[in-house]
């Protein structure tokens, strides 16, 4: 059993916490939070060990094997460092780092301190997601039409947008998410799921280009991102804060077309021929979405063979820094086109 600490009291701690402990390969030992009073109470009501508000009193105990990490996104390289450096294996929540050099620095002394290090984007690990990938390499093997593209489509009307707007009204701090100074926005928060999914599906573009709109603070608020392909495919991404999008994706395979239902958490996945006529339809469970994902980091922690790393997760790295390559290119160029060689 892995003894696991966590940095970060929201809602999204709560749902690892929860998914780690059904796995059965985890126990909770320790909670971190600058409130001591809130570390106390969340610990309680998990069980835990130990409650802590100062990251250095975490970090030294011995019997923490991996610590969690759901904090506001600018403060994740520092504390995730730290962890390393204490010999803990590391579960960021997404986006990992807010730059690719964060990336690199932290994956090159995860192998010094012989520790594993693992973006947690949920959505790669599930079945639903497994099931859309076979399917869809499947389908394109056997289509004798071009594969053309698709349409993904994610709009979040964010809880904290309406005290965005009013904290900007009455020039008060910003929530985090809708901080420059704390990383946050729609590129780093939202985007990354489509582009964990475009980058798992079809690999590398060959260009990309964002379009955004920013807020009165200059954080975006909404991206359409437009990815392009060598095989002439175009894979076109909405993604939006501040709405509520109904939208389904497709993906578009000759005269097929395959739609399913999210880009994060998927319930349905289905292909129509071109009379519409549905040919084949998958439904998956609900359940707790980071469920897949704490299964699978445990297994690869309790492996304890840093020599010899699973396959998976060199495959993980490998997405997780494609993804932030495309990130940060796209940040940085923003309304302009991006070539990659």
């Known amino acids: 059993m892995l ?40 610990a309680e009501k998990w069980h835990a060990n130990n409650a802590y508000n100062r990251l250095a009193d975490l970090l030294q105990n011995p019997e923490i094997d991996a610590v969690y990490i759901a904090s506001p996104n600018s403060l994740h390289y520092e504390q995730a460092l730290q962890a390393i450096i204490h010999q803990k294996h590391v579960i960021i929540e997404k986006p990992m780092v807010t730059s690719l050099k964060q990336w690199d620095a932290l994956i090159e002394a995860s192998r010094k301190n012989n520790v594993y290090l693992f973006e947690a984007a949920r959505h790669i690990h599930s079945a639903d997601f497994k099931y859309l990938q076979n399917l ?3 389908l394109k093997e056997k289509n004798d039409k ?17 005290q965005y707007l009013k904290s900007l009204e009455q020039h008060k701090p910003v929530p985090n998410v809708f901080s ?30 964002m379009f955004t709109v920013n807020g009165p603070n200059q954080i975006d608020l909404v991206n359409q991102i437009i990815l392009t ?5 175009l894979l076109t991404i909405y993604v939006s804060k501040c709405c509520h999008s109904m939208h389904k994706q497709e993906i578009y395979l ?18 129509y021929n071109l009379n519409n006529e549905k040919i084949s339809s998958k439904t998956f469970p609900s359940q707790n979405p980071l469920f897949a994902e704490a299964t699978a980091f445990a297994h690869v922690m309790q492996e304890n063979a840093q020599q010899n790393l699973s ?23 923003p309304n302009k086109n991006v070539v990659f060689m």
């Open 146 to 162: 071009p594969f053309l593209g698709g349409n993904f489509t994610m709009g979040q009307y964010s809880s904290r947008y309406d």
């Open 229 to 233: 392909y060598d095989d002439g495919a």
């Open 136 to 138: 869809f390499w499947e």
């Open 3 to 42: 003894k696991l600490a966590t940095i970060g009291t929201s809602w999204i701690t709560e749902q690892f916490i929860e998914a780690a402990l059904a796995s059965k390969q985890y126990t909770c030992e320790a909670i971190y939070s600058q409130n001591l009073k809130t570390a106390t109470q969340w």
């Open 180 to 209: 420059p100074e704390f990383s946050g926005g729609t590129l780093m928060d939202l985007s990354i799921y489509p582009l964990y999914l475009a980058l798992a599906l079809l690999g590398q573009p060959r260009a990309a280009k």
């Open 311 to 333: 396959r998976d997760y060199q495959k993980w790295l490998t997405l997780s820094r494609n993804v932030h390559q495309l990130i940060q290119k796209l940040n940085d160029n």
């Open 254 to 271: 000759g005269a097929q077309t395959l739609v399913f239902d999210s880009v994060s958490e998927i319930g349905t996945i289905e292909l």
